[in-house]
């Protein structure tokens, strides 16, 4: 079982800047394909980025490629989201998930466990 807290969301201004955290409380955290997705109110959820388990590759939304930065620290057991130029169109509840030897998929069904969710509002 792998449980996942995120934190790190909170209200911001167009072109401001956030990073998101998510530490996952699992032995072997080295093992798991870890990714982040992001729900804004009557839409589906949406990938945004992914990191495979060996950290040799990272995906990204073409929406926010260029913006956001995914990375890990295995030894924290944790997988970070840079924002950079924030829009008010990423305002969504951001979800972080793991995905054991993964390989970095965008659809959601690939992922076996799910954080509670950070709220993220960028205003205009």
């Known amino acids: 079982q792998v449980q996942l807290v995120e934190s790190g969301g909170g209200l911001v201004q167009a072109g401001d800047s956030l990073r998101l955290s998510c530490v996952a409380s699992?032995?072997?955290?080295?093992?798991?394909?870890m990714g982040w997705f992001r729900q804004a109110p009557g839409k589906e959820r949406e990938f945004v980025a992914a990191i495979t388990w060996s950290a040799d590759s990272t995906y990204y939304a073409d929406s926010v490629k260029g913006r956001f930065t995914i990375s890990r620290d295995n030894a924290k057991k944790t997988v970070f989201l840079q924002m950079n130029s924030l829009k008010p169109e990423d305002t969504a509840v951001y979800y972080c998930a793991a995905d054991r030897y993964g390989s970095g998929s965008p659809r959601t069904v690939k992922y076996n466990f799910w954080g509670q969710g950070t709220q993220v509002t960028v205003s205009s």
């Open positions: 699992v032995r072997t955290f080295s093992s798991y394909t």
